[in-house]
């Protein structure tokens, strides 16, 4: 039998500068945000043109306060309710962890929503720009979860090479399902998703792409929550079902649903060299 693994003990804190910490998690989500909007400033650009350069430059401080407010807020209404119901003062301490895809994933929708109507620009094309580069800021988090020693997988035998006993657990050899989730839902989430935002055809189809990654993600998360472990305080409700797996459902079936109709609507004809759209033309 292997060795098992011992998780290496990271400090979560990448610098301390006196009273002020940058945190690995914190690092994460800032270097996903910065690289995924130099990658959207490129792609809206590839026709037909979802937006302009400098409107994606304008986007990035939308989708930060979307990321954390919608990723926090999904965080207490979906996970924690009476716990932050009876202590209001910890909702803000997001240092303290506790952050939702699908809370942020609901508030980046919001802020697409309302940053397209502001612009005038197709909510949907404009959406399908955005969705292939949010795996990116997926991977950079998974892996701050791995160097957090958080969120990691369920007991498995030790016979697995790299089965992995994590600190602050029960001693027992367990799944690294954080890179198991950086993997699938960062890393190959993205590849898929670039690779159909490369087809001409595709982007010509406002809500494709948006709809593959709402419906990728959903897969590449249930199957991932078979190795992940449960939150503590949840557990598995009936049938050894996650509350990761049953938010998911709902976005497999709302992607499936948008992909159709990416197929049944004309194509996207694409913003003029202004920025400005014809009348009718968004949503």
């Given amino acids: ?29 800032i ?51 009476s716990f932050f119901l009876t202590h209001p003062l910890a909702i803000p301490q997001v240092w303290k962890g506790g952050m939702s895809f699908h809370g942020g994933a609901t508030g980046v929708i919001i802020a697409l929503f309302l940053f397209a109507r502001r612009y005038g620009l197709s909510f949907l094309a404009f959406s ?21 020693g958080e969120l990691w997988g369920r007991a498995v035998s030790p016979d697995l090479p790299w089965a992995m006993i994590f600190p602050d ?15 699938m839902e960062g890393l190959l989430l993205f590849l898929v998703l670039l690779f159909a935002a490369r087809q001409e055809n595709l982007r010509a189809r406002p809500g494709f792409l948006a709809g593959l990654f709402l419906a990728g ?32 459902i709902p976005m497999i079936l709302a992607g499936v649903g948008l992909m159709v109709h990416a197929f049944r609507s004309p194509e996207y004809a694409g913003v003029p060299d202004d920025g400005t759209v014809s009348p009718g033309e968004a949503p």
Wanted: proline share 7%.
């Fill in 128 to 148: 399908d720009r955005v969705t292939v580069c949010v795996p990116i800021g997926l991977c950079f988090g998974r892996i701050a979860n791995f160097i957090n």
């Fill in 31 to 81: 270097a996903g945000i910065i690289l995924g909007a130099q990658l959207l400033k490129r792609i809206v650009m590839w026709a037909p043109r979802a937006a302009t350069v400098r409107q994606a430059d304008d986007f990035l401080t939308w989708v930060t306060l979307g990321v954390v407010l919608g990723g926090r807020l999904g965080y207490v209404l979906f996970y924690q309710p």
């Fill in 169 to 183: 657990s029960d001693g027992v050899p367990r799944h690294p399902s954080e890179i198991y989730e950086a993997l």
């Fill in 1 to 29: 039998m292997l060795p098992v693994l011992i998780f290496p003990q990271f400090d979560p804190v990448l610098i301390h500068l006196g009273p002020l910490a940058i945190r690995w998690y914190a690092l994460a989500y």
């Fill in 217 to 248: 993600y959903g897969c590449a998360r249930i199957f991932c929550e078979f190795f992940r472990e449960p939150d503590a305080f949840l557990g598995y409700f009936s049938f050894g079902v996650t509350m990761g797996q049953v938010l998911s």
